[in-house]
């Protein structure tokens, strides 16, 4: 098993990252990649940056837990979490998550349920910065939903009580 989890400040070269998970191996059949670009708009509105602050310690140990997370929940042969902090400009990768499996089924869903907890759980905070000022990123209820679904059963019914 390879699991790769980083935080940092400086780009990283997301093919070369993900091939790490599947070079001289033939036990992988599927490898999932998801690279996070930094966009150089919010709506119709131009941006210059993303200024993206995280909480050191807690935010690996939280990436961590769900890397657990997901190795118990699928037959993973890899995992990969790459998440960049600091002042990023449209076009540079901010994030990666790479999922390699035998099958393509538990790399795609592993990929997605981490997607989706890092999005709304791991401890970084996100500013925008426009012509007109900076202004820190609210957490969506979309994101939330999209999390919910893979909590388990009981889990679910907890969080409706």
Known sequence: ??????????????????KKLSAKRTDVGALVTFTGICRGNEGAEP???L??????????AEIERHVTEAIERWPLLGVTVIHRHGR????????????????REAAFAAAEFLMDYLKTRAPFW??????????WVEAKATDDVAAGRWA??????????
């Open 88 to 103: 990023i400009v449209p076009g540079e990768d901010i994030m990666m998550v790479a999922t390699a499996s035998s099958h």
């Open 51 to 60: 200024t993206l602050e995280h909480y050191p310690g807690m935010a690996e």
């Open 126 to 135: 996100k500013q925008v910065e426009k012509a007109d000022g900076k202004i």
């Open 1 to 18: 098993m390879i699991t790769t989890i980083r935080i940092q400040r400086e780009p990283f070269d997301a093919a070369t990252e993900a």
């Open 47 to 49: 941006i210059a940056a």
């Open 152 to 161: 388990a059963p009981d889990k679910k019914h907890q969080a409706a009580e």
